[in-house]
């Protein structure tokens, strides 16, 4: 392992255009639990899909029964050694920046400021009629408090949702295909945390792949892309980014 941690650094310290994809196993280290994952919001409620938010009041009202559940587990959750290391090498120099499948924010807490989030952010909420976008504490705090889903307060009745990606919503376009040109213009791409089975995200680091970059996968399971990986990393990532961290 510690040969692995070794020419992981080297990559990393000789690379020209390094980039960093994260998934949600580097935020379960800071306590936010991976959705999927068993007791996990999704296991407990069913599917809000985007046509029915959009159509219907009642599966708005669901929807943000969930969404204020899921923010009571990671609104007080601080970046880890992971977060922590990754902005620690943007500030470097040493990565292009951030691609992140997560929407919880620690990155940018954490002090990464080019970060790529491909299925939004939980910690805003927009207004799906006028674009109107606002922090989304006091509006969990109203709906926790009133049981009523808000309406937007600058077009008066909008339907305001997380700016998030919800189950049959389109990725972002502008930031999906900035995330495409940073992974094929990569000459290592280091994935943590991602299973790496959720497309079209997990197709990004396999761009980069396919154009020459090398690729390391840092994560406690198996993973979809593992068989073309350059360097397979098993275990924490934290611990992983730290020792990578110490042997630059």
Not at 189 to 194: E, L, Q, V
Request: charged share 20%; with cysteine.
């Amino acid at each position: 392992m510690s040969s692995d941690i070794e020419l992981t650094a080297n990559w990393l310290r000789r690379a020209k255009s390094a980039v960093v994809f994260t998934g949600a196993g580097i935020s379960t280290e800071s306590g936010i639990p991976d959705f999927r994952s068993p007791g996990g919001v999704w296991t407990r409620h069913r599917t809000v899909y985007f046509d029915e938010f959009c159509q219907s009041a009642e599966a708005r009202h669901e929807y943000w029964v969930q969404k204020t559940e899921a923010h009571v587990e990671f609104a007080a959750a601080s970046p880890n050694i992971g977060h922590q290391t990754i902005a620690q090498w943007e500030g470097q120099g040493r990565i292009r920046g951030v691609i992140t499948q997560n929407i919880d924010g620690l990155h940018q807490i954490a002090g990464s400021r080019d970060v790529l989030q491909l299925h939004g952010t939980a910690r805003e909420v927009t207004c799906l009629d006028c674009d109107w976008r606002s922090p989304v504490d006091p509006l969990v705090n109203q709906f926790r408090e009133t049981n009523e889903v808000p309406l937007c307060p600058e077009c008066g009745d909008g339907r305001l949702k997380h700016a998030t990606v919800s189950f049959g919503q389109v990725l972002p376009e502008l930031t999906l295909n900035r995330a495409h040109r940073w992974c094929e213009e990569a000459d290592l791409i280091i994935t943590i945390g991602s299973s790496l089975v959720v497309y079209p995200a997990a197709g990004l680091p396999e761009a980069g792949k396919r154009n020459g970059a090398k690729l390391v996968i840092i994560n406690r399971d198996e993973t979809g892309l593992d068989a073309i990986a350059d360097m397979l990393i098993p275990g924490s990532c934290g611990e992983a980014l730290s020792a990578i961290n110490a042997a630059l």
